[in-house]
């Protein structure tokens, strides 16, 4: 049967709308969430969960969409997904909502490789270019809209239909796919990498929980040491290595690499925090706390457009440079602005201007990345930013969370008491005065610190621009009119 492409690229787009709202939607409802849960020493996990588990099983996905195809894959992640979504939904404590939350992230991490896959397979390299900014409108779109759901949401009914809403949309996209989509696959021996996946895992869960510092760090970080060295070797080894080494010799991917780390550090630090500031310190609603950051994921999408259509006129480089010392610029503004009694204008307007830097930016760094490989790698190389972007991002909230941790409890324990109930409904109502002053000082200090390392990582990102090779506009593998191939799938037994 043939593919129906119209209502394939329909499932496809509701399965990354999920995918793209889910973090934006769930920020402006954490800080209700702890208030009603309890747990603000743990706000940081549930996002860093969620980032985790999606990130590091990326590039395992990868590579199970070329063994059985994309449909399987992408199916059993929004499955997986819709469960962890239903759960978190339900769950009785911070504890099993981070559980919850962490196989969320397992379901996303199948979802946002595939859905990009089966884009390049079912469209040849020019339609690809045209469909790439409709996705990129529609991330844009999904992420705009998730604060301001997000905060509705918590206002009119529960912080537990934040996870809910994405039951309809995932049923939909998984009924969609699967009477649209119909692989023409050839049989293909592969060899998974599970060592390699392994070892990745492991390295990446070990690193998280030992920037977190305490007693943690002595066990966590040379677990993390010792198997990520591991990792290095058994990859050069591996005939189809999980996460190929060779591409990040070329200057242009290890460069964009860094620099993408960097962004998806900034990034996902800003849609953390920015919403607990506005909350816990400026006294605002769930729903201010959320147009905080709308800005921002207005400013990104417009941003990349633009980025996109100046590119044959301006090159990668000045736009790469250009976008990351505004989004510098903004984070350096946000830190030495946000101050108790501060307007809520001031983090409205610096969000915009560090999304529109982003913007500008990462577009940029990815079609260069893309430019620079040959058709055959340039999945590999996507997905190898992605990933670096998003473990960037994963590793940022954990360690900002540890300095949050660290305020609140040197503050004491009825700080940390006194922060959840400052951010439940009656705000703190009926706190000692003293318990009041010593908590907003114990918050300030922590989010102090947390807003000036956002500015330092993105000072560092603007430095690592300025390393960025001038790539030619008009360079193009020789392979770039071919039309994308067919999924390939494996019914024989993995390689040992």
Partial sequence: MKTNRPLTVVSLLLSLSMAAMEMTVVSTAMPTVVGDLGGIHLYSWVFTAYLLTSTV??????????????????LAGIGVFLLGSIASGLAGGIGTLIAFRALQGLGAGAMQPTTLTIVGDIYNLEERSRMQGVFGAVWGVAGLIGPLLGGIIVKYLSWRWVFFI??????????????????????????????????????????????????????????????????LVVERRAPEPVLPLDLFRQRVIGVATV???????????????????????????????????????????IASAISGRALPRVGFRPLVRTGLLISAVAAVALAVLLRPGASIHAPQALSALFGVGLGLANTAL????????????????????????????????????????????????????????????????GLDPDVLRGLAASLQAGLGTVFWAIAGISVVAAVISLFFPNVPVGARSADDADVAQPAEMSTLPPEA
């Fill in 57 to 74: 099983s990326v590039p395992l996905f990868g590579k199970l969409a070329d063994l059985y195809g994309r449909k399987p894959v992408l």
């Fill in 166 to 231: 994405n039951v309809p949309a995932g049923i939909a996209a998984a009924a969609l796919l699967v009477g649209a989509l119909h692989e023409n696959v050839e049989r293909r021996r592969h060899s998974l990498d599970w060592a390699g996946a392994g070892l990745l895992t492991v390295g990446l869960t070990a690193l998280l929980i030992g920037v977190h510092g305490g007693r943690a760090a002595l066990l966590g970080l040379p677990v993390a040491a010792l198997s990520l060295l591991v990792f």
């Fill in 259 to 301: 620099a993408g780390a960097l962004v998806g550090a900034g990034m996902i630090s800003m849609v953390t925090y920015v919403p607990l500031y506005v909350q816990a310190i400026l006294g605002g609603s769930p729903t201010e706390a959320g147009s905080a950051i709308t800005p921002m994921v207005i400013g990104w999408p």
């Fill in 366 to 429: 990815l079609i260069a990345v893309q430019t620079s490989v040959e058709w055959r790698q340039r999945g590999v190389a996507t997905a190898s930013t992605m990933f670096a972007r998003t473990i960037g991002g994963t590793l940022a909230v954990g360690a900002l969370g540890a300095m949050l941790s660290s305020a609140l409890l040197r503050g004491g324990s009825v700080a940390s008491d006194a922060a959840d109930r400052l951010l439940g409904p009656e705000h703190g109502a």
